[in-house]
């Protein structure tokens, strides 16, 4: 059974940290692009970031700088490093993947409505609050 599976979301002032990872079963990781998207309330899914099979990564703009993500075939895992954390992080996050790098990486730096979010394989989520 192909599983994606979040964790490390949580409650967190701003200006503090956290780190997401995202674990594959089923699959292996290492041929796919993998990436994160959230949503927040009321709002639509957005790309946040996205690491490629041969270690290509790819950022939004509003999160450039501050989150860094990476991988470790070894282990299946994907983590999203997220530093100097604002009020706007507050989403749920989730982990997909896809086996064409480009499925990814352009709602990742363009966001529109219209993306196509379509990807082979979505986690659960895991909610991020950034609250005083």
């Known amino acids: 059974q192909v599983q994606l599976v979040e964790s490390g979301g949580g409650t967190v002032q701003p200006g503090g940290s956290l780190r997401l990872s995202c674990v594959a079963s089923?699959?292996?990781?290492?041929?796919?692009?993998v990436g994160w998207f959230r949503q927040a309330p009321e709002k639509g899914r957005e790309g946040v970031s996205c690491?490629?099979?041969?270690?290509?990564?790819y950022y939004a703009d509003s999160v450039k700088g501050r989150f860094t993500i990476s991988r470790d075939n070894a282990k299946n895992t994907v983590y999203l490093e997220m530093n100097s954390l604002k009020f706007d992080d507050s989403a749920v996050y989730y982990c997909?993947?896809?086996?064409?790098?480009?499925?990814?990486?352009?709602?990742?730096?363009?966001?529109?409505?219209?993306?196509?979010?379509?990807?082979?394989?979505w986690g659960q989520g895991a909610r991020v609050t950034v609250s005083s």
């Open positions: 997909t993947a896809d086996r064409l790098d480009y499925r990814l990486i352009h709602p990742v730096l363009i966001h529109n409505d219209k993306n196509s979010l379509d990807f082979d394989y």
């Open positions: 089923g699959f292996t990781m290492d041929s796919y692009t």
């Open positions: 690491i490629t099979s041969d270690d290509r990564t």
